[in-house]
């Protein structure tokens, strides 16, 4: 399975931003969907994930202003990012998990300045 990820630019901060992520495959059967982001100089880190059974959880820093989603009939997962801040500046990666394999994204950058 391959991940398209699109929908990363430059904004300001406040705007909003929808990234997609597109599987060339059926995600129907994944066990989780996730975003990851990686700022400059820093590790990745997890900034959504949800599961098809159990709980969504965020990162502390974007709750209340990013929602993750799916839709298995388009096999893509989104991440709609609403007041963006600049510290949100990082390259966002997709991340599809199967019983057996998990798969990534090529990452869409994310500039928000001030």
């Known amino acids: 399975v391959q991940l398209q990820a699109s929908g990363g630019g430059s904004v300001q901060a406040g705007e909003s931003l929808r990234l997609s992520c597109a599987a060339s495959?059926?995600?129907?059967?994944?066990?989780?969907v996730a975003w990851f982001r990686q700022a400059s100089g820093k590790e990745r880190e997890l900034v959504a994930r949800m599961p098809t059974r159990g709980i969504t959880i965020y990162a502390d820093s974007v709750k209340g202003r990013f929602t993750i989603s799916r839709d298995n009939a388009k096999n893509t997962v989104y991440l709609q990012m609403n007041s963006l801040k600049v510290e949100d500046t990082a390259v966002y990666y997709c991340?599809?998990?199967?019983?057996?394999?998990?798969?990534w994204g090529q990452g869409t950058q994310v500039t928000v300045s001030s």
């Open positions: 991340n599809v998990v199967y019983p057996f394999a998990s798969y």
């Open positions: 495959g059926s995600i129907f059967s994944a066990i989780a």
